[in-house]
């Protein structure tokens, strides 16, 4: 039972993880959200599943739509990861709908509305892989260091529980003890802050490929 878990989660622990300097709060209009870099993403997609083309790939179909909106079904199709060797076998897919206004609040036309609709298409479905789901879960809303490129600071927000587990299952599966590659890499894990837990994670996820 333990083991069917295990595999039920295995791309979506691979991809939840999250580099913080890669996200940016948005203001639109009344909305507010946190927008994700999306050639981070592909290149996500690509260090899990292979170039574009091979282990993964979309397909666009334009759907019909009021003359003020352009709307598209996406198709995502990937590979999934088999045991520690990395191999793909099969080949799954993920469809999802996604549209954007043609025409800017000023009347203009908006030049960039495809290249919108086919990125929020893409992360909506990204995100169905578990792709940086705590996004999704609400774990940044107003979180002051999205985007930072620098070092955090000692008044960075502490480590989420669910960092903190990711880290743990991480280090088990490797057979590290979770403190001492903490401490390798400079961190306190008794103060460890949100960047600091997602520079670790990306530090044994780089061990495992």
């Known amino acids: 039972m333990s083991n069917t878990k295990k595999d039920n989660m295995e791309i979506w622990n691979k991809l939840f993880p999250t580099n913080e300097k890669y996200l940016k709060a948005v203001k639109y209009g009344s909305r507010e959200f946190t927008a994700i870099d999306p050639y981070y993403q592909i290149r996500k997609m690509t260090e899990l599943f292979g170039p574009i083309g091979k282990g993964w790939g979309y397909h666009i179909q334009v759907l019909d739509s ?66 940086d789901a705590g996004v999704f879960l609400g774990q940044y809303a107003g979180n002051k260091y999205i985007g930072a490129k620098d070092e955090p600071d000692e008044a960075a ?3 989420t529980p669910s960092q903190i587990g990711y880290l743990k299952r991480l280090a088990t599966d490797q057979n590290i003890v979770i403190g001492q590659i903490v401490e390798k890499l400079g961190f306190n894990l008794k103060t460890l802050t949100k960047p600091q837990a997602s520079d670790v994670i990306e530090h044994l996820k780089g061990n495992s490929s």
């Open 157 to 159: 927000e502490p480590a």
């Open 66 to 131: 009021p003359p003020e909106l352009v709307a598209v079904k996406l198709s995502l199709q990937y590979g999934q990861v088999k045991g520690e060797s990395g191999a793909l076998y099969d080949s799954q897919r993920i469809e999802v709908l996604s549209a954007a206004r043609t025409h800017q609040k000023n009347g203009n036309i908006d030049d960039d509305c495809y290249k919108k609709v086919v990125t929020d298409a893409l992360t909506k479905a990204f995100s169905l892989l578990g792709m």
